[in-house]
């Protein structure tokens, strides 16, 4: 059974994700790679560097995990007490898509209506359960398409400028609205290489109101460019940070606090580079990694499901901080 962890550091405001890769740092863990699996009709998230590099994945500092972990914790048993399951209800979120061009073509970011249609479709999909694993209570539906030709905008970094400019201008709606930011994400820093996605946590939604939502690399939509994750689940991923979870491996094999969710086996590090490594074990004693989850960092057609703990810390976050079930 796998034990709450420890974490340390700073409090971060967004939970800066990428699937292969993104910034360097503690958090994802381990060396740069070069990408395998490439398809020859497509290109590595990082093909222009020849490099996937290591994601580092900002966590809410231990303050914050305790602060969680303790409501979380009288949530459900406010639940039980008054015998009710959120997952027996369903919360429909609106999602806004804003797409931030540089100019007319599909490599400048001009990604057709079609895409946004079909990642809606792929997002209720896996929150419904169809591609594996437990059936969640969200469920997701186009609420509109702002399009935006702004060079700047285009071209983001996680915390950037552009990127406080462009949500502060942009967003719409409240705590429930999803808002999806499509752009070209690059590292800050001087980093090479390309970042696929990014969430904001609900805990920080008071805090960080008119900045919520994710950000997503627009080459990595279902039927983008890039080989392995361009079936749309590097979206759900992040829709999985912005309903409150957080990653697999966070917190190792020895921490504290770890993701919060008990059901989750311990995952030292992501599988960078690796397609579906089935059988895995990087921590001995605590279950096989949990490969096919949302929330690791294996290659799209890999990642297929949620569990039961996940649910429910979905639940709990959607409640408590974005309203969805008030």
């Not at 034990?3 to 990428?18: D, E, S």
């Not at 863990?29 to 560097?49: L, R």
């Not at 007490?81 to 209800?89: A, D, K, L, V, W």
């Not at 502060?168 to 590292?187: K, S, Y």
Request: aromatic residues 8%.
């Amino acid at each position: 059974m796998k034990q709450p962890r420890t974490t340390l550091g700073v409090m971060i405001l967004l939970a800066v994700c990428c699937v292969p890769g993104c910034a360097t740092g503690g958090g994802g863990g381990g060396d740069e790679q070069s990408s395998s699996s490439e398809s020859s009709s497509s290109v590595s998230p990082t093909a222009s560097t020849g490099r996937v590099l290591i994601c580092d994945t900002p966590e809410p500092d231990t303050g914050t995990m305790n602060f969680l972990a303790s409501e979380f914790a009288a949530f459900g048993r406010a639940s039980r007490s008054q015998q009710t399951s959120g997952s027996s209800r369903i919360a429909t979120v609106p999602v806004y898509f804003h797409v931030i061009s540089k100019g007319s073509s599909f490599a400048d970011g001009e990604v057709p209506d079609a895409m946004l249609v079909e990642q809606v479709d792929i997002l209720n999909r896996a929150y419904s359960g169809e591609t594996g694993g437990l059936r969640t209570p969200f469920r997701f539906e186009l609420a509109g398409i702002n399009r935006v030709r702004n060079a700047n905008w285009h071209v983001m970094s996680p915390g950037s400028e552009s990127e406080l400019e462009a949500k502060q201008e942009l967003r719409i709606g409240g705590a429930d609205a999803l808002n999806i930011f499509l752009v070209d994400i690059v590292p800050g820093g001087g980093i090479e290489g390309k970042i696929l996605g990014y969430a904001s946590l609900p805990v920080f939604y008071g805090l960080i109101a008119p900045f919520d939502g994710i950000v997503i690399n627009f080459n990595a939509l279902p039927g983008g460019p890039l080989a392995h994750y361009n079936t749309g689940h590097v979206t759900v991923h992040e829709v999985g940070h912005w309903l409150g979870l957080l990653h697999t491996f966070q917190g190792e094999c020895d921490g504290f606090f770890n993701d919060l969710v008990l059901d989750t086996p311990a995952e030292k590090t992501p599988g960078q580079g690796d397609f579906c490594p089935l059988g895995r074990d990087t921590c001995p004693g605590e279950g096989v990694d949990p490969i096919h989850n949302h929330m690791t960092y294996t290659a799209d057609e890999c990642r297929t499901e949620f569990t039961q703990g996940q649910v429910d810390f979905m639940i709990f976050n959607s409640t408590v901080f974005r309203n969805l079930f008030l």
